[in-house]
């Protein structure tokens, strides 16, 4: 398998939004309750992502 490592840009915001909102239903559905995770979900929206992306660098290498 091939893998390619490189920065995300605005075009990966939904994408990055599906991963991370996956792993946090998966990871704290037994930590925290649905309204919490509600609340975070918000904070990793397509768009809350892209904001992200677009005020800092998420992944790279020097």
């Known amino acids: 398998m091939e893998l390619e490592v490189r920065s995300a840009n605005e075009n990966d ?3 990055v939004s599906r991963v991370i909102l996956a792993a946090l239903r998966e990871s704290k559905v037994k930590d925290y309750s649905q309204d919490i ?3 975070v979900e918000q ?3 397509p768009s809350a992502v892209l904001a992200l992306l677009r ?3 998420v992944c790279g290498h020097a």
């Open 13 to 15: 915001a939904e994408a």
């Open 43 to 45: 904070n990793f929206s």
């Open 37 to 39: 995770i509600a609340r």
């Open 55 to 57: 005020r800092r660098k």
